[in-house]
């Protein structure tokens, strides 16, 4: 099949090696292409597809049942199946890069301005934001997203193209690029957002404007990238903190860190389902991505934009459901 425009349906695509595993068979004897094959099948047998995120309008259009799915391994293989080639909006898998990329430049400090717990509530609710006096739950939801961008454009001058270029150093994929049509339409209709970064100021726990932290926040959940650039990217978290070059972005114990709060917070209200089911570290978007880590393995992303309640890939979960339950991939 034609594996940058062909259907999920359509049938295998290829797995690349560009770091000497070819025919997707790896040096473990693993066939990772026929797993993803066999993922995916399963995915798409299901009957439920869920529902496009409608509330960023320039999302709406997408076709809940399209489907793709990368892993990219440590040593340097690359497999995909369906359309895993497709650049999608990564929305809040964006919030990965922006912690590991604000810990990295500025720091623990970034912990004493916002949690890390789950917080039992959805993603862009404002009431718990009052109980805890502007110190948000956690770096995932957007108010501790907004947080985690405010420290990183405080640190580096350009967030989102801090986390841009990060991901086109990460994937070697130069054209990884914010949509600005997706930014544009999540500013118009942001009024929840800019009333958390707002109340978020009031408590002192911004240092930049709002104005600009809300663009800088936009415009890195825009950034529009494939299941392979993701896939790609989250090697350094499967390597311990190590880069695509071999150079350190995160301590180990970072590393671990960061892993640990995509456990437990990555994934929307749906944390506990998604460590039940899949038993990785992940994050989620409501774009239809979830990137998720499989520690001194490789990182899978998956994409499929119709969305459960929780805001997750219902195709996506799923797959990876029945990926990690054949394999025995996972942390657990
Ligand atoms: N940019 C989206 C928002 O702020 C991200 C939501 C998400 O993917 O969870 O609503």
Redesign the pocket.
């Known amino acids: 099949m034609d594996a940058d425009t062909g259907r999920a349906t359509a049938g295998r695509t290829t797995g690349e090696a560009p770091g000497g595993v070819s025919g997707g068979v790896s040096a473990g004897g693993e066939d990772h292409q026929r797993l993803l094959e066999e993922a995916m099948a399963a995915a798409l047998a299901l009957p439920a597809r869920g529902r496009s995120a409608d509330y960023?309008p320039a999302l709406a259009c997408a076709d809940p049942g399209a489907f793709g799915m990368a892993l990219a391994t440590v040593d340097g293989g690359l497999y995909g199946v369906g359309e895993w080639r497709r650049p999608f909006s990564i929305?809040?898998v964006s919030k990965l890069f922006t912690l590991a990329l604000a810990l990295a430049e500025g720091g623990d400090s970034l912990w004493q301005r916002v949690g890390r717990e789950p917080s039992g509530n959805p993603?862009?609710s404002l009431v718990q934001l009052e109980s805890e006096q502007g110190i948000p739950r956690n770096p995932f939801i957007?108010a501790g997203a907004l947080v985690a961008t405010d420290r990183l454009l405080e640190l580096t001058g350009d967030a989102a193209g801090a986390v841009r270029d990060f991901l086109r150093a990460e994937s070697g994929n130069p054209d990884i690029t914010t949509d600005d049509s997706v930014a544009a339409s999540?500013a118009r209709h942001g009024h929840r957002?800019a009333a958390l970064a707002h109340f978020i100021a009031s408590y002192g726990n911004l240092r930049n404007p709002v104005d600009s932290v809300l663009a800088h926040y936009y415009a890195h959940?825009a950034i529009s990238a494939s299941c392979a650039d993701l896939a790609l990217v989250g090697r350094f978290l499967a390597r311990h903190g190590l880069r695509a070059d071999g150079s350190r972005l995160l301590t180990r114990s970072e590393a671990k860190r960061v892993n640990a709060v995509l456990l437990t917070c990555g994934t929307y209200d749906a944390a506990g389902d998604f460590a039940y089911r899949v038993g990785l570290p992940g994050k989620s978007?409501?774009?239809g991505g979830i990137l998720t880590v499989i520690p001194g393995r490789g990182a899978l992303c998956v994409w499929s934009p119709g969305l459960d309640r929780a805001?997750n890939s219902v195709l996506g979960v799923a797959a990876l459901d029945a990926l990690t339950t054949a394999t025995g991939w996972s942390i657990f």
Do not use: A, M, R, T
């Open positions: 960023i929305q809040s993603f862009n957007n999540e957002n959940c978007g409501v774009g805001g």
